[in-house]
């Protein structure tokens, strides 16, 4: 019955949408913050990646899909997981992690 718990969850998504920026400023941080990060992602890029894909959870749980929401993780992938010849630094998660939070404001406004 534990999914039936996490279904109930996603339905009473009132507060569910602070994730979004907490997991992206939340690896900025730890990543600025931490001398150490794990071997295949820095915590900033991970913090992104994972608001990203939070980010297309909630909108796919929306009765109106947002195809903006939906299509986060894949620009999360191309820009920090996929090796490039200089890797995304400081400025380009900041930046990340600002546009998901204005996509998530964006979408508790205009798709209820």
């Known amino acids: ?3 039936g718990s996490f279904r109930s969850a996603l339905k ?8 979004v920026p907490a997991f992206a400023w939340g690896g900025n941080l730890a990543g600025f913050i931490l001398p150490f990060s794990p071997p295949f992602l820095p915590l900033g890029s991970l913090g992104c990646v994972l608001g990203s894909v939070a980010i297309a959870v909630l909108a ?6 947002d195809i903006v929401s ?3 993780p894949i620009f999360a992938f191309l820009i920090f997981i996929t090796p490039l010849e200089t ?3 400081l400025l380009m998660q900041v930046l990340y992690a ?10 508790e406004k205009r798709f209820p």
């Open 12 to 19: 009473d998504r009132r507060y569910l949408w602070i994730l």
């Open 87 to 89: 890797p995304p630094g």
């Open 1 to 3: 019955m534990a999914g």
């Open 98 to 107: 600002a546009t998901l939070t204005a996509l998530v404001i964006r979408l």
């Open 70 to 72: 939906l299509c986060t």
């Open 60 to 65: 796919i749980t929306r009765q109106r899909k």
